[in-house]
């Protein structure tokens, strides 16, 4: 390592109070003093805003001397690192969490109060960055949180997409979209970094050579360049001073490329290219477990896996350290086979541009990458045409084709008698039209792969992944899900986590297996009263709201049911639905029956282009429709769809359930992160055995959730004999009434045909067998009702549920991973304590 130039060593970091301080005089000065400087405005005459965005810079202050420190600790010990590739990241709002994390959320409550100011109202005033569609780039975001709380360097790397996940609006029953302009007013978290852009190849073809040294090279000619322009974020940790980053790759056309065009005179031309370049990160595919195999989706693919790799190289090279240990310097997760062409592009990288050998340049990279998968549904696994790949990326389809020549040799050696293997495991896809497999090309290219819940994980091996299970079983491991609790109890539920901190301790915040030390209290009727009654209040805001927003009255004592997640027949909404029906014919049939109070409330926002589930929340609103203003009902059942269903709305929504809906067939879920999200906050779940259900259940205790319905192996079993949905149909009583109810055209103001689609399939179709399940659903939503009128009981259960739910935080999954095969332990960031008087 040589010496640096004793000049450009960065002193320790002096900046003036106002820009560190935490106290609450300094908070409200230096507000005022980013309202002046950065909003440039005046009191008299400032937004909220303007408030909301001179309170963020404050904070965003705040954050930079952690950051930089962190940047600067990392560089100086060359820290492993990991590197976190997703195509995308369900942040969330920052500044309620920044103010959590940094310790100062009532002093800046104060701060406000004492401006006049209320901070709740700033808070509502942010926009999320919703760059990601559900479960997988929340994920992201909670990973994040974790590796930050656990002082492990890391890197987010993604794309900085325009527009992020649309905005859901529902008109006459029906969703429509409108485009998220999340950066419309500002976005004050991020500092984009155009120094540190980087060029990405496209298209065109390539050529042999010999270099100086006699070597056979190859050089990539391509159509056209592509700029990334990095913007950082900093993601700090709770209460540490590690403030990690996350980098999202912004497109921008390579300026100089077209000159030729723009001196002939064709002036539309080049900015045409400057269009078509800035149109990769323009917008987010709002597919969630659905690949469309849209050329612009791997146009984002490749270039925000490319950015990233040349970005940790040159990191690397600032460290000075040697491009041969690579591996050791980084450790690279792929989010699902989304980043998985960095495989190719790492080899490409190695070998092209810093003239590796072939197995010097695969033995860094099948060191480097692990590979998570995140589904089993087929739509969901992605396939390139080969056509569209050599079209793109001509360059990395020979070295595709050299992976997998290799890999086929091994193949064929490992199974001489079996030649049927080769074409089951190439990575090239030759049944019909050809193919590039993405998740066989991770698999080859990781040194881990790993499922997201035990079930998921071992369904992986025997089923899509098991011929690369059996050759490479020390590869495949399991890695449950977990949520970060500073965000989904700390700062959601604000009231339960003081009510917990009084009992136990603040501990529990960094290390959740403490909340076991609830389970003393479960006798306690001061504590079960008060849990009560943080439920009741909280349930009760939630009523106001919708009575606000929706014009519908709640029954706060009443039981809230409640089914949050992306729209999917997997995902079984229309399963719920057809409880609610049954319970309005029960009543239609007997306006006196008995029934526990419920409200049924739906969100969650269904792809664009997918019918089925459009249709679903038109149904849903069509029940409700009816069903809230049947004076049969009596105000006893109430059916709400919430529209636009998003970070900052799911956490009103979790502290309000007391009963959380996980009705996936099983077997299709491959964890979920809902399910731990309501059971974290005390709502009690209505399962299958699915995904993570099966391990919260575990944790929980069986006497304390509500399972119903098959198994996955029932599941397959049942298909195998042959499932005939419309024998459940003509055998059921109250499935038929429910079923009738709905063709008859009684939600849809007589048009029989409006569901009809709806029903036909699950008649003569039904593959996510509603039918098959619904006897058991109906006993055990029965059961359920029955359960909550006795208070004390589920008040136990509920208890129960939050004391039991360590096991799902997010730091837990980090730590396993840390631990497992990333191989990274903490490195600490000090900072000296900042005294005004030290100047
Ligand atoms: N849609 C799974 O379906 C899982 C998350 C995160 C999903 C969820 O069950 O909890 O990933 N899969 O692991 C996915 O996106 C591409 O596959 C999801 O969010």
């Given at each position: 390592?040589?010496?640096?130039?004793?000049?450009?060593?960065?002193?320790?970091?002096?900046?003036?109070?106002?820009?560190?301080?935490?106290?609450?005089?300094?908070?409200?000065?230096?507000?005022?003093?980013?309202?002046?400087?950065?909003?440039?405005?005046?009191?008299?005459?400032?937004?909220?805003?303007?408030?909301?965005?001179?309170?963020?810079?404050?904070?965003?202050?705040?954050?930079?001397?952690?950051?930089?420190?962190?940047?600067?600790?990392?560089?100086?010990?060359?820290?492993?690192?990991?590197?976190?590739?997703?195509?995308?990241?369900?942040?969330?709002?920052?500044?309620?969490?920044?103010?959590?994390?940094?310790?100062?959320?009532?002093?800046?409550?104060?701060?406000?109060?004492?401006?006049?100011?209320?901070?709740?109202?700033?808070?509502?005033?942010?926009?999320?960055?919703?760059?990601?569609?559900?479960?997988?780039?929340?994920?992201?975001?909670?990973?994040?949180?974790s590796m930050a709380t656990l002082e492990i360097p890391s890197i987010g790397y993604g794309i900085r997409y325009e527009y992020g996940i649309f905005e859901q609006d529902i008109r006459d029953g029906w969703q429509i979209e409108r485009s998220d302009k999340w950066l419309r007013s500002g976005y004050p978290w991020e500092v984009p970094r155009p120094e540190w852009s980087v060029p990405?190849?496209?298209?065109?073809?390539?050529?042999?050579?010999?270099?100086?040294?006699?070597?056979?090279?190859?050089?990539?000619?391509?159509?056209?360049?592509?700029?990334?322009?990095?913007?950082?974020?900093?993601?700090?940790?709770?209460?540490?001073?590690?403030?990690?980053?996350?980098?999202?790759?912004?497109?921008?056309?390579?300026?100089?490329?077209?000159?030729?065009?723009?001196?002939?005179?064709?002036?539309?031309?080049?900015?045409?290219?400057?269009?078509?370049?800035?149109?990769?990160?323009?917008?987010?595919?709002?597919?969630?477990?659905?690949?469309?195999?849209?050329?612009?989706?791997?146009?984002?693919?490749?270039?925000?896996?490319?950015?990233?790799?040349?970005?940790?190289?040159?990191?690397?090279?600032?460290?000075?350290?040697?491009?041969?240990?690579?591996?050791?310097?980084?450790?690279?997760?792929?989010?699902?086979?989304?980043?998985?062409?960095?495989?190719?592009?790492?080899?490409?990288?190695?070998?092209?541009?810093?003239?590796?050998?072939?197995?010097?340049?695969?033995?860094?990279?099948?060191?480097?990458?692990?590979?998570?998968?995140?589904?089993?549904?087929?739509?969901?696994?992605?396939?390139?045409?080969?056509?569209?790949?050599?079209?793109?990326?001509?360059?990395h389809l020979e070295l595709i084709y050299e992976i997998n020549q290799r890999f086929l040799d091994d193949v064929r050696i490992r199974y001489p008698e079996q030649p049927q293997m080769l074409s089951q495991m190439s990575i090239i896809d030759e049944s019909g039209e050809r193919y590039v497999r993405m998740a066989h090309l991770a698999c080859v290219g990781s040194m881990a792969i790993?499922?997201?819940?035990?079930?998921?994980?071992?369904?992986?091996?025997?089923?899509?992944?098991?011929?690369?299970?059996?050759?490479?079983?020390?590869?495949?491991?399991?890695?449950?899900?977990?949520?970060?609790?500073?965000?989904?109890?700390?700062?959601?539920?604000?009231?339960?986590?003081?009510?917990?901190?009084?009992?136990?301790?603040?501990?529990?915040?960094?290390?959740?297996?403490?909340?076991k030390k609830l389970e003393s209290y479960v006798d306690d009727p001061n504590f079960r009263q008060e849990f009560r009654q943080i439920k009741f209040d909280i349930k009760q805001e939630l009523a106001t709201y919708i009575q606000q927003n929706y014009g519908v009255a709640i029954n706060p004592n009443s039981l809230f049911d409640i089914q949050a997640k992306r729209i999917h027949e997997?995902?079984?909404?229309?399963?719920?639905?057809?409880?609610?029906?049954?319970?309005?014919?029960?009543?239609?049939?007997?306006?006196?029956?008995?029934?526990?109070?419920?409200?049924?409330?739906?969100?969650?926002?269904?792809?664009?282009?997918?019918?089925?589930?459009?249709?679903?929340?038109?149904?849903?609103?069509?029940?409700?429709?009816?069903?809230?203003?049947?004076?049969?009902?009596?105000?006893?059942?109430?059916?709400?769809?919430?529209?636009?269903?998003?970070?900052?709305?799911?956490?009103?929504?979790?502290?309000?359930?007391?009963?959380?809906?996980?009705?996936?067939?099983?077997?299709?879920?491959?964890?979920?992160?809902?399910?731990?999200?309501?059971?974290?906050?005390?709502?009690?779940?209505?399962?299958?055995?699915?995904?993570?259900?099966?391990?919260?259940?575990?944790?929980?205790?069986?006497?304390?959730?509500?399972?119903?319905?098959?198994?996955?192996?029932?599941?397959?079993?049942?298909?195998?004999?042959?499932?005939?949905?419309?024998?459940?149909?003509?055998?059921?009583?109250?499935?038929?009434?429910?079923?009738?109810?709905?063709?008859?055209?009684?939600?849809?103001?007589?048009?029989?045909?409006?569901?009809?689609?709806?029903?036909?399939?699950?008649?003569?179709?039904?593959?996510?067998?509603?039918?098959?399940?619904?006897?058991?659903?109906?006993?055990?939503?029965?059961?359920?009702?029955?359960?909550?009128?006795?208070?004390?009981?589920?008040?136990?259960?509920?208890?129960?549920?939050?004391?039991?739910?360590?096991?799902?935080?997010?730091?837990?999954?980090?730590?396993?991973?840390?631990?497992?095969?990333?191989?990274?332990?903490?490195?600490?960031?000090?900072?000296?304590?900042?005294?005004?008087?030290?100047?």
């Amino acid at each position: 390592q040589t010496v640096p130039d004793p000049r450009l060593v960065c002193p320790p970091v002096r900046v003036e109070d106002d820009r560190t301080g935490l106290n609450i005089e300094t908070l409200k000065r230096a507000f005022l003093d980013n309202l002046f400087y950065i909003q440039g405005k005046f009191p008299d005459i400032a937004t909220q805003n303007d408030y909301y965005m001179a309170l963020a810079y404050t904070v965003r202050d705040r954050l930079l001397k952690r950051w930089l420190k962190t940047a600067q600790t990392y560089t100086e010990q060359g820290s492993r690192t990991v590197c976190y590739l997703s195509a995308e990241f369900l942040l969330g709002p920052h500044l309620g969490k920044n103010l959590i994390n940094l310790g100062i959320y009532d002093d800046v409550q104060q701060a406000m109060e004492e401006l006049g100011l209320d901070l709740e109202t700033l808070l509502e005033q942010e926009e999320e960055p919703g760059l990601g569609n559900g479960g997988l780039g929340r994920l992201a975001a909670c990973y994040l949180d974790s590796m930050a709380t656990l002082e492990i360097p890391s890197i987010g790397y993604g794309i900085r997409y325009e527009y992020g996940i649309f905005e859901q609006d529902i008109r006459d029953g029906w969703q429509i979209e409108r485009s998220d302009k999340w950066l419309r007013s500002g976005y004050p978290w991020e500092v984009p970094r155009p120094e540190w852009s980087v060029p990405v190849k496209i298209g065109g073809h390539t050529e042999q050579y010999t270099d100086e040294r006699g070597r056979f090279r190859v050089r990539w000619v391509p159509h056209h360049v592509v700029m990334g322009v990095p913007h950082d974020t900093p993601l700090l940790g709770y209460q540490v001073n590690t403030a990690n980053t996350l980098r999202l790759w912004r497109a921008e056309a390579a300026e100089s490329f077209d000159f030729d065009a723009f001196n002939s005179g064709d002036y539309v031309g080049a900015v045409h290219e400057k269009m078509v370049s800035e149109n990769i990160s323009k917008v987010l595919y709002p597919n969630d477990n659905i690949s469309q195999g849209k050329e612009l989706r791997l146009l984002q693919q490749i270039f925000f896996v490319s950015c990233s790799l040349q970005d940790m190289i040159r990191i690397m090279e600032g460290q000075k350290i040697p491009l041969e240990k690579f591996h050791e310097k980084f450790v690279v997760q792929m989010n699902d086979t989304h980043p998985a062409i960095a495989v190719a592009e790492l080899m490409r990288l190695l070998i092209d541009d810093h003239c590796m050998t072939w197995d010097q340049a695969w033995g860094i990279t099948t060191r480097t990458f692990a590979y998570t998968n995140h589904t089993l549904l087929p739509e969901a696994l992605e396939r390139w045409p080969i056509a569209l790949f050599k079209k793109l990326l001509p360059r990395h389809l020979e070295l595709i084709y050299e992976i997998n020549q290799r890999f086929l040799d091994d193949v064929r050696i490992r199974y001489p008698e079996q030649p049927q293997m080769l074409s089951q495991m190439s990575i090239i896809d030759e049944s019909g039209e050809r193919y590039v497999r993405m998740a066989h090309l991770a698999c080859v290219g990781s040194m881990a792969i790993n499922g997201v819940a035990a079930l998921h994980t071992e369904l992986l091996k025997q089923g899509v992944l098991h011929d690369f299970y059996e050759m490479y079983p020390k590869k495949f491991n399991n890695k449950t899900n977990g949520v970060t609790p500073r965000r989904f109890m700390v700062l959601s539920n604000p009231r339960l986590s003081r009510a917990i901190t009084e009992r136990i301790g603040p501990n529990w915040v960094k290390h959740l297996d403490e909340l076991k030390k609830l389970e003393s209290y479960v006798d306690d009727p001061n504590f079960r009263q008060e849990f009560r009654q943080i439920k009741f209040d909280i349930k009760q805001e939630l009523a106001t709201y919708i009575q606000q927003n929706y014009g519908v009255a709640i029954n706060p004592n009443s039981l809230f049911d409640i089914q949050a997640k992306r729209i999917h027949e997997y995902k079984r909404q229309h399963l719920n639905a057809l409880y609610i029906v049954t319970l309005y014919n029960r009543i239609k049939a007997n306006p006196n029956i008995e029934i526990t109070p419920r409200t049924f409330l739906f969100g969650g926002k269904a792809a664009p282009g997918y019918y089925t589930a459009k249709l679903i929340i038109k149904l849903i609103n069509a029940i409700g429709d009816v069903v809230n203003r049947d004076p049969d009902v009596r105000d006893r059942l109430k059916v709400l769809f919430l529209k636009d269903y998003s970070v900052k709305f799911a956490q009103r929504i979790y502290p309000a359930a007391d009963l959380s809906e996980q009705i996936s067939t099983a077997g299709k879920e491959a964890s979920g992160t809902g399910n731990m999200k309501f059971a974290m906050n005390g709502a009690l779940t209505i399962g299958t055995l699915d995904g993570a259900n099966i391990e919260i259940r575990e944790e929980v205790g069986e006497e304390n959730f509500f399972l119903f319905g098959m198994t996955a192996d029932e599941v397959y079993a049942r298909k195998a004999q042959g499932y005939n949905p419309y024998d459940y149909y003509q055998s059921n009583s109250e499935l038929k009434l429910a079923i009738d109810r709905i063709a008859s055209g009684f939600f849809s103001h007589g048009d029989r045909k409006l569901f009809q689609p709806l029903l036909d399939t699950l008649m003569h179709r039904d593959d996510y067998m509603l039918f098959a399940d619904y006897q058991a659903y109906i006993d055990c939503q029965d059961y359920v009702g029955q359960v909550f009128q006795d208070v004390d009981r589920w008040t136990r259960m509920t208890i129960l549920n939050v004391a039991r739910m360590g096991k799902f935080s997010s730091d837990r999954a980090i730590r396993d991973y840390c631990e497992d095969f990333w191989k990274i332990s903490p490195v600490p960031i000090e900072i000296e304590e900042y005294s005004p008087e030290a100047i």
